[in-house]
T-cell receptor, first 113, second 108 residues
Framework: DTEVTQTPKHLVMGMTNKKSLKCEQH?????MYWYKQKAKKPPELMFVYSYEKLSINESVPSRFSPECPNSSLLNLHLHALQPEDSALYLC????????????FGSGTRLTVV | AQRVTQPEKLLSVFKGAPVELKCNYSYSGSPELFWYVQYSRQRLQLLLR??SRESIKGFTADLNKGETSFHLKKPFAQEEDSAMYYC??????????FGQGTRLTINP
């Protein structure tokens, strides 16, 4: 298995809802990432987990809450989002070795109404 | 701050013509650079790593530390090369920073 799988592919939520995005990989990668990509913009890093511990938080608002239950799974819990949070949320994983690059999932397209 | 600059938002060339997508970077250490590609309706995928010095789908990229550049080149463009291309720099061991991207269109 050489893929990063994200669910759901699409999500519409109200500003008072609580939802979660899920990401899974079975490549034995020890680092996992959440990126946010707005339309016609590059991906921007949100969080990095290394060996299941949060190692980077790019000053993301607390309405986004990441969780790494085990080495294969990464969640992003969403609560009280704003319409401007609508974007494509990408999960990625890597071996954690600097020169190896990331493997990206296909993303969850989130719309906040 | 570390930066990756892709000066061209859009690039259009004819099939069979050479292609060069420009990327310049600023980084205080020894850079690890990548090219990622996003085809229409597909996921972002790794195209090249500078350290591997490989050719993928006919594309090559050479790191020029003197000019702080990592341009992506292909001698003869194909229609299937039409996509969004991102140059990216690894900051530290874990943070991948992307340039703004260049949308390449290959005209028949």
């Amino acid at each position: 298995d050489t893929e990063v799988t994200q669910t759901p592919k699409h999500l519409v939520m109200g500003m008072t809802n609580k939802k979660s995005l899920k990401c899974e990989q079975h490549m034995g990668h020890r680092a996992m990432y959440w990126y946010k990509q707005k339309a016609k913009k590059p991906p921007e890093l949100m969080f990095v987990y290394s060996y299941e511990k949060l190692s980077i938080n790019e000053s993301v608002p607390s309405r986004f809450s990441p969780e790494c239950p085990n080495s294969s799974l990464l969640n992003l819990h969403l609560h009280a989002l704003q319409p401007e949070d609508s974007a494509l949320y990408l999960c990625a994983s890597s071996q954690g070795i600097k020169d190896r690059g990331y493997t990206f999932g296909s993303g969850t397209r989130l719309t906040v109404v | 701050a570390q930066r990756v600059t892709q000066p061209e938002k859009l690039l259009s060339v004819f099939k069979g013509a050479p292609v060069e997508l420009k990327c310049n970077y600023s980084y205080s250490g020894s850079p690890e650079l990548f090219w990622y590609v996003q085809y229409s309706r597909q996921r972002l995928q790794l195209l090249l790593r500078h350290i591997s010095r490989e050719s993928i789908k006919g594309f090559t990229a050479d790191l020029n530390k003197g000019e702080t550049s990592f341009h992506l080149k292909k001698p003869f463009a194909q229609e299937e090369d039409s996509a969004m291309y991102y140059c990216a720099l690894m900051e530290g061991a874990q943070k991948l920073v992307f340039g703004q991207g260049t949308r390449l269109t290959i005209n028949p």
